[in-house]
C-alpha cells in the first residue's frame, strides 16, 4: 500500500536527511517537507537528494506567489534534474496573514493567481517556454539550451470546493494538511475525482502520528502545534465543514476571554481522536486506513514528538509501514 511521509527539519538538517533515507529503506512512496518560517523548501529537498536515491521528494507545500513562477519553474526544473527525475512539485496560496505580512503580497483572488501560476510551470514544463498575459503574470520566456522533465508533478494545497476543483481539472491532485477524514470523504474526495473525469488524481493528506505509551501526553503536545491553524480562515472552514462547528465557536469564545489554555482545550478529544494517529502500531495503522476509506490515495504520516511516552520519529516511520 501506497505510504508517505512528511519529514521536515527542526534543529538539524543532517539528522532529518537521516530520517528520509530510513523512508526510503522501509519502502515509503514520497517524503515531503514543508516551507514556512524556517528553511527554503526547495534547498532541503536538494539535502534529501543527496542522502538518498529512490524515494520520491515533494514540496508539501511550498508558498507560490512570493516567487514568480518563472522563476519556480527554472528553479524546479534544476533540483528535479539534480534528484533524477523525483520531485513532486506541491505549491498553494498560503494564507493572508503570512503573505500579506511576511512578503507585502495582497491575498486578492488567489484561485485565478494559482490558474495562472500553475498554467505558467506547466508551460514549462512540457514545452520548454511559457506564453501568458494574465491579470497577475504575464511572462515570454523560454528554455535555450535546456529542457525540464515534462512528467514533473504539480500538486496543490486545495481545501475549498473551487480550488478542489481547479485541483481535480488541471494537476496531479492535492496535498491537504489540517483535513480530518470526515471533511475528505464529503468534501475533498467527491469535488475533486468528479473535476477530474476520470482522470488520475491524487489526494495527499498529511497524518498526525505518535507511536506512544501516553495518547493524552501526545495529545496536549499536539494542541500546542495545531492551535495557529485554528485561527487561520482556510482551515477553520474545513474544520467547520467536517463536523466540528462547536470546536470552532469554543476556541473563539475562549479566545475573546484571552483564555489560552480554554482555547487549546477546544481542540478536543473528539477532535484529536478524528484527527490523528496516536497509539500503539495497530492504532496507527487503522488510523491510516481510516484516510484511506475518505478517498486518501496517498496517506502522509508527520511525528508528534516532544512528548512523555513518545517512542520517537523513526519508531514511528518503521510501526506506521511495518
Known amino acids: 500500500m501506497r505510504l508517505a511521509a512528511f519529514v521536515s527539519p527542526s534543529k538539524s538538517l543532517a539528522d532529518a536527511a537521516a530520517r528520509v533515507k530510513l ?14 518560517t524556517g528553511r527554503d523548501g526547495l534547498m532541503v529537498l536538494a539535502a534529501y537528494g543527496a542522502a538518498t536515491s529512490t524515494i520520491k ?20 526544473a534544476t ?23 511576511w512578503y507585502g503580497i495582497p491575498m486578492v483572488k488567489p484561485l485565478t493567481r494559482m490558474r495562472e501560476y ?16 494574465g491579470e497577475f503574470y504575464t511572462t515570454n520566456f523560454g528554455f535555450i539550451g535546456y529542457s525540464a522533465r515534462p512528467e514533473i508533478p504539480i500538486m496543490v494545497s486545495a481545501l475549498a470546493p473551487n480550488m478542489l476543483r481547479f485541483a481535480g481539472e488541471s494537476t496531479e491532485g492535492t496535498i491537504l494538511w489540517g483535513c480530518l477524514p470526515s471533511y475528505i470523504r464529503d468534501v475533498v474526495t467527491p469535488t475533486i475525482t468528479t473535476a477530474a473525469k476520470g482522470r488520475s488524481v491524487d489526494i495527499v493528506a498529511a497524518i498526525p502520528t505518535a507511536l506512544t505509551t501516553d495518547v493524552e501526553a501526545a495529545r496536549a503536545s499536539f494542541r500546542k502545534d495545531f492551535f495557529v491553524y485554528m485561527t487561520l480562515p482556510f482551515y477553520r472552514r474545513a474544520i467547520e465543514g467536517g463536523g466540528y462547528g462547536d470546536e470552532i465557536k469554543a476556541f473563539d469564545a475562549a479566545m475573546q476571554k484571552g483564555d489560552m489554555p480554554g482555547a487549546q482545550a477546544a481542540i478536543s478529544d473528539r477532535m ?15 488510523k491510516i486506513e481510516e484516510y484511506r476509506d475518505a478517498g486518501v490515495t496517498l496517506p502522509a504520516i508527520g511525528s ?19
Open 272 to 286: 484529536l481522536g478524528d484527527f490523528a494517529a496516536i497509539g500503539d502500531a495497530s492504532a496507527i495503522k487503522a
Open 304 to 322: 508528534i514528538g516532544n512528548h512523555e511516552g513518545f517512542a520517537g520519529t523513526e519508531a514511528t516511520l518503521e510501526a506506521a509501514i511495518g
Open 118 to 133: 500553475v498554467d505558467i510551470l506547466r508551460q514549462i514544463f512540457t514545452t520548454g517556454r511559457a506564453e501568458l498575459k
Open 23 to 36: 523512508a526510503e529503506d522501509l519502502g515509503y512512496e514520497t517524503v515531503f517537507n514543508t516551507q514556512t
Open 57 to 76: 521528494l515533494g514540496t508539501g507545500v511550498l508558498p507560490a506567489f512570493p516567487r514568480h513562477p518563472v522563476s519556480l519553474g527554472i528553479e524546479a
Open 79 to 101: 533540483l528535479d534534474e539534480m534528484l533524477g527525475g523525483r520531485l513532486v512539485l506541491g505549491v498553494g496560496p498560503s494564507h493572508q496573514m503570512t503573505m500579506e505580512n
